[in-house]
């Protein structure tokens, strides 16, 4: 029978995965400018390259991230993305999949369903881009319409899959959306842009339980049909 064999593509496509653990290790402000610069090679529509980063390693990483980690322990609930992440009211199957991963982490965790603290922290977690030496935050210029989001998928793809052939990992966080008012304090994000996501980007700790995780996928007969 005809076997495929994995090309060098689909096997950095199938060993990236989010990673939520880091070691200390520097990324280089070169290799980051690198990955954009690949990143960038993603197609867009109409060649439109809606995307626009911020990238913070150092002491700017430091400042963003105290900032907004006070605003989550001294102002819970008040800050909100400026779009819906989850559908309202929610819809199955994407339901049972965001819970089934929300168990698989917090179990790798050790962490139980009922300790609203310590999942708590692990949520914090995010806007310390769990522990990463360097991210990245990403802005849209809000008039553009929802197609140029479908561009910004190929372009993070991309990044991440860049970032991957480098021995670096990342996660990508819609997380740090809910804290677009005060990163605008600090960056300089224009009116005109919204924040739709943030990425850590780092070398990952092997030593984490968390990055144990691994999520599954459907089979292709779930969701495509071959039609001849
Ligand atoms: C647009 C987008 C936003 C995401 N936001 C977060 C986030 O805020 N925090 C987080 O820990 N993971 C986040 N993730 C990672 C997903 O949970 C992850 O991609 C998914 O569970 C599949 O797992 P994998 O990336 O390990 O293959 C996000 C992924 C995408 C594509």
């Known amino acids: 029978m005809f076997s495929i064999q994995p090309s060098t593509t689909d096997t950095q496509i199938t060993r990236r995965h989010s990673v939520r653990a880091y070691k200390s290790d520097p990324v280089s402000s070169e290799l980051l400018r690198h990955l954009l610069e690949m990143a960038a090679h993603a197609p867009s ?13 150092g002491d700017s990483l430091k400042n963003l991230t105290h900032a907004v980690c006070t605003a989550f322990d001294t102002e819970p609930d008040k800050h909100h993305a400026e779009y819906p992440y989850y559908p309202d009211p929610p819809l199955e199957p994407y339901l049972s999949r965001r819970r089934k991963i929300g168990q698989n982490m917090y179990r790798l965790l050790d962490i139980a369903r009922e300790d609203r603290e ?10 310390e881009f769990f522990g990463a030496p360097a991210g990245i935050l990403f802005t849209i210029h809000r008039q553009l319409p929802a197609i140029n989001l479908i561009d910004y998928g190929a372009f993070f793809q991309t990044l991440m899959l860049s970032a991957k052939s480098h021995a670096l990992d990342t996660c990508l966080q819609a997380y740090w959306s809910d804290y677009h008012r005060i990163i605008r304090d600090i960056l300089p994000i224009t009116p005109d842009e919204v924040v739709i996501a943030g990425m850590a980007i780092g070398y990952a700790d092997p030593a984490a339980p968390v990055n144990q995780l691994i999520t599954e996928r459907e089979p292709v007969s779930s969701f495509a049909t071959f039609l001849n």
Do not use: D, E, H
């Open 118 to 127: 310590k999942r708590r922290l692990q949520q914090r977690r995010n806007l």
């Open 45 to 57: 529509t109409t060649n439109s390259q809606p995307w626009k980063s911020y990238v913070l390693t």
